[in-house]
């Protein structure tokens, strides 16, 4: 009789190589051994993708986006194949399936597709009979054109999650090469402590402000859906005994569930570091209906992300200082398109000015919603490190500061350690 239902997926450097296949495979076999009903879902082996982007890129810089998805889509097609070999070999029946085999459909966003259905009755009955489904991640077709798609950034992931909620899965395991989330990156303080569970919300945030550990696309429909999802390492043995990080039997790594499965809420959970944070300032801005709109369209309509915005009003209310950030590498443009829209009298203010380099810093938790004075309680241990604040957003579960870059492991650790999240029991 099944224990479970489970999607297990592995990211490219998961199944950088045959022999990397087979460890992950020994993750799938120890599942089915349970009595679980598995899908494994698998990315393109690591470097893959970019090198097929690459050969696109070559053959033409114009090409057909459909064309441009065709070839990329392959390089899952193949880990796919080589992972229902390798289970067959461990006497584990075995099938490899295709996005449009499943099928995933999906819109016809060509490179940056959105999956609209799944119909999951082919997956259901393979289980059922005891063989497990290996699907290519990243990809689907549309059910109009019968042309295959790709997800774009972070794509195996969501497809995993959705492949999930299609199917009912009682969770959804991320094998990666890291073994759970953290409470900061490790690199930068060695303090940092694997979290037991952590709340939609938290890794939402937490992957939006600078963490890679899951992408964000994938968050948001596992929230959606209440899949349950379990960040964990390829690379722990699989033969171990299955030990959850509190010390109790069950899974390892970091559980990302609904609030309400956690009983104790940390104030701040995590800490996170965003780099290559550039500060745009419009200075007296006309101040009149619509002229926010005017601005942010423009920098909109040229795909460009806005991050952190602070706007502040003169006393007569007549014109407006705005300031806000975009990444680095959009600096040059977003000023391009701002004098653009000047001279076109789209926008009227009197000069822009600004800075690449700066860094910002975030602490995050579900936490901060029933406590006060989080917000100052971060500025001050900031304060007491010498690090100047040059600018403040907030929002219900996390509070963001944008500092010199100089500063951003320093500001990272003062405040890991200034909540707690460095002792023994965080």
């Known amino acids: ?52 982007v690459g050969w696109v890129n070559e053959s033409s810089k114009l090409h057909d986006a459909r064309e441009y998805d065709a070839v990329v889509a392959s390089g899952e097609q193949v880990t796919a194949g080589l992972m229902a070999i390798v289970l067959s070999e461990m006497g584990i029946p075995s099938r490899s399936f295709q996005g449009w085999q499943v099928p995933i459909h999906t819109d016809d966003a060509h490179g940056a597709a959105r999956i609209t259905e ?47 909620a299609s199917v009912g899965a009682d969770r959804c395991d991320i094998y990666t090469d890291v073994d759970g989330v953290y409470t900061t990156d490790p690199r930068i303080d060695p303090k940092a402590k694997r979290l037991n569970r952590i709340a939609f919300e938290e890794m939402l945030e937490m992957a939006s402000l600078g963490a890679k550990v ?90 460009i992300v806005v991050d952190m915005i602070v706007q502040n009003i003169s006393d007569d209310g007549s014109v407006t200082d ?12 977003s000023v391009r398109v701002l004098e653009a829209a000047r001279t076109s ?32 309680s971060m500025f001050k241990a900031l304060a007491d490190k010498g690090i100047n604040i040059q600018l403040i957003t907030t929002s219900e579960i996390k509070t963001s500061v944008l500092i010199d870059d100089e500063y951003a492991e320093l500001a990272v650790r003062a405040l890991h350690t200034y909540y707690g999240l460095d002792k023994e029991d965080a």
Not at 119 to 144: A, K, N, S, W, Y
Not at 273 to 284: C, G, M, N, Y
């Open 1 to 52: 009789m099944s224990l479970a239902r489970i999607v297990v997926k592995f990211g490219g450097t998961s199944v950088a190589n045959v022999e990397r296949i087979r460890q992950a495979a020994r993750h799938v076999k120890r599942e089915v051994d349970a009595g679980n009903q598995v899908t494994v879902v698998v990315s393109a082996m690591s470097g893959k993708t970019n090198e097929l």
């Open 118 to 164: 799944i119909i999951p009755d082919e997956l259901v009955r393979r289980m059922q009979d005891g063989v497990v489904p290996v699907v290519t991640g990243f990809q689907g077709i549309v059910p109009e054109t019968g042309r295959v798609t790709t997800l774009g950034r972070g794509g195996s992931d969501t497809s995993a999650v959705a492949i999930a």
């Open 214 to 303: 899951l992408m964000i696309r994938s968050v948001e429909m596992a929230m959606a859906h209440k899949v349950r999802l379990v960040v964990r390492s390829t690379f722990d043995d699989p033969e171990a005994p299955q030990i959850a990080p509190d010390g109790t039997p069950g899974v390892p790594g970091t559980l990302v569930c609904d609030e309400d499965e956690i009983m104790e809420k940390q104030i701040v959970s995590g800490v996170t570091l965003a780099k290559a944070e550039a500060k745009i300032t419009l200075r007296d801005v006309k101040d009149k209906p619509g002229v926010a709109a005017a601005v942010f369209g423009a920098l909109a309509d040229e795909s």
């Open 322 to 333: 705005i300031t806000f950030t975009v990444p680095d590498s959009e600096y040059d443009k």
């Open 345 to 376: 009298g789209a926008i009227e203010y009197a000069r822009v000015t600004g800075s690449k380099g700066g860094a910002k810093v975030s602490v995050v938790g579900v936490g901060m919603r029933s406590h006060a004075g989080v917000a100052a």
